[in-house]
């Protein structure tokens, strides 16, 4: 409960008197805050405003527009020429050159140039360039730091690792062989293969082995019936001579 203190001070005589009022006490509470709905609860959850993500800043990311960039004459130049080593060489072997001197190299080229293998240099930029729009793409993630091409008219593939086993420098990542694409260890596998004029004297052996077979099958049956044809002949000639004796 409230409490009145009434403070009087005299200051002069005459004057009117001074009086302060204080009060005391705890306010009075007339009114408590009535508990919100649930469903009042839910609506205003739901409903509540929640502000897109910022983005990122203009120009802090690069921009998604691809920009075209044309061929220089020397690039067009350079993938005409790639395009007709793919078009005229049979064999084509992705070697990664690890730090090979110019020395080591030009023994390398004329070791392969005996098997009338030759070495072609192109810059990766152009080989990707080629292969993205060739039925050759998929060796385009052969083209990694530097790389040479080994390319013969003819498969070669046994002169070729023979050759890169004393030049550690040289390492063979795939080839294409016969339009068929082959990694390292395929490569090696393909090597132990018979070549084309074995399997064809095989084929032609077992050909005509197959002729001679069939060609005596065919034979035997006549003569065997002759030859009893003959015997039958002579029992029948030697009973009617005994049967005239008689």
Not at 196 to 209: A, F, K, R, W
């Amino acid at each position: 409960m409230a409490a009145t203190l009434c403070v009087k001070f005299l200051l002069k005589p005459g004057c009117l008197p001074l009086a302060q009022t204080v009060r005391h006490g705890s306010k009075a509470v007339t009114r408590h805050r009535r508990p919100m709905h649930i469903l009042k609860q839910k609506l205003l959850a739901v409903t509540k405003y929640i502000p897109p993500p910022r983005g990122p800043p203009p120009g802090a990311y690069p921009s998604q527009v691809q920009r075209v960039q044309e061929d220089s004459p020397l690039m067009l130049l350079m993938k005409r020429d790639l395009k007709k080593v793919f078009e005229d060489y049979k064999m084509i072997a992705v070697v990664q050159n690890n730090a090979c001197n110019s020395e080591d190299m030009l023994m390398l080229k004329h070791r392969l140039y005996k098997h009338d293998i030759t070495v072609k240099l192109f810059p990766n930029q152009v080989t990707r360039s080629f292969l993205r729009d060739s039925v050759y793409c998929n060796m385009a993630p052969l083209f990694i730091g530097p790389t040479l091409l080994f390319v013969s008219k003819e498969p070669k593939v046994k002169e070729m690792l023979k050759t890169l086993r004393a030049s550690p420098q040289m390492t063979l990542l795939g080839a294409s062989i016969d339009n068929t694409l082959l990694s390292a260890q395929g490569v090696v596998s393909y090597s132990k293969l018979p070549s084309v004029t074995v399997v064809q004297g095989e084929l032609v052996s077992g050909l005509t082995m197959l002729t001679s077979n069939t060609a005596s099958m065919l034979q035997r049956h006549p003569t065997h019936l002759s030859a009893l044809l003959q015997q039958y002949v002579k029992q029948q000639s030697s009973g009617d001579s005994a049967e005239e004796a008689t």
